[in-house]
């Protein structure tokens, strides 16, 4: 499976940005798709998942009300609408697919495939 994150760019303090993540392959749709950040000095964060059938969804607390992750499986597309952005939100993300399903994976090495990343930045 191979995934290709796009939609990262500079936006102001409050404003809003979609991410995508566009993967080849069917089985993309039988797979979790999970987002994570890295920040300039920081370790990989989880920041939101979503199971294969996109029932089930979790997000990390700094982000919870704020992201929301998505998917299209007829598009094996998976998507995080970020709303409110925050300075603090600034970074590399990074979408990834986890082949249980499940969305309660946020461990970086519970993934098993990994797009390249896409800049967020958040001007105050």
């Known amino acids: 499976v191979q995934l290709q994150a796009s939609g990262g760019g500079l936006v102001q303090a409050g404003g809003s940005l979609t991410l995508s993540c566009a993967t080849s392959g069917r089985t993309f749709s039988r797979y979790a798709a999970g987002w994570f950040r890295q920040a300039p000095g920081r370790e990989r964060e989880f920041v939101a998942a979503?199971?294969?059938?996109?029932?089930?969804?979790s997000y990390a607390d700094s982000v919870k009300g704020r992201f929301t992750i998505s998917r299209d499986n007829a598009k094996n597309t998976a998507y995080l609408q970020m709303n409110s952005l925050k300075p603090e939100d600034t970074a590399v993300y990074y979408c990834?697919?986890?082949?249980?399903?499940?969305?309660?994976?946020?461990?970086?090495?519970?993934?098993?495939?990994w797009g390249q990343g896409t800049q967020v930045t958040v001007s105050s």
């Open positions: 979503i199971s294969w059938s996109g029932g089930s969804t």
């Open positions: 990834a697919a986890e082949v249980s399903g499940s969305s309660r994976s946020r461990m970086p090495r519970e993934y098993d495939y």
